[in-house]
């Protein structure tokens, strides 16, 4: 499997547009890739439609094309470290290999700086670090 390199900015708690209500405190760190994959996810979308038909649609990633370093619903114990590395230029790697999880497409990625910064927040490293290419409706799955 080959890896490909970028980079991207870390983000706490990151905006999601003014249709989203957030329903509790969320906390939540990406790694923001910006515009150098603003359509990443466009890209590996088509390669999808290609392989299952036009009638595959996708709600493209929340965020924008970015790595979830923190989810949401994690707890975080050290509250002393959260948000300390905000705007950090961070580089990565993803491998162009699409996986399937739930009903989410993603590409798996690998970030040593992710995981130096989950072990500072007190949190567990046994995550699969990617970036979401899509998010099936509910009526494909």
């Known amino acids: 499997m080959s890896w490909i390199k970028l980079s991207g900015i870390l983000r706490y708690e990151p905006y999601r547009g003014p249709e989203f209500k957030k329903q509790h405190k969320t906390q939540t760190l990406i790694i923001d890739i910006g515009n150098r994959g603003n359509e ?8 999808l439609k290609k392989k299952f038909g036009s009638f ?11 790595v979830t ?6 707890y975080i114990p050290n509250l002393s470290a959260w948000k300390k590395y905000e705007r ?9 290999e699409l996986n399937l ?12 700086r992710a995981r130096q910064i989950r072990d500072e927040l007190g949190l567990k490293q ?14 494909q799955l």
């Open 101 to 112: 999880t739930y009903q989410f497409w993603s590409l798996p990625v690998r970030c040593h």
């Open 69 to 74: 370093v923190v989810g949401g619903t994690e």
């Open 126 to 139: 046994k995550i699969n670090l990617h970036i979401t290419i899509g998010r099936l409706h509910n009526w």
């Open 56 to 66: 595959l649609e996708m709600q493209r990633p929340l965020f924008g094309t970015h």
């Open 88 to 96: 950090e230029q961070v580089e990565f790697e993803y491998s162009p």
């Open 40 to 47: 990443l996810d466009l890209y590996y979308q088509w390669f």
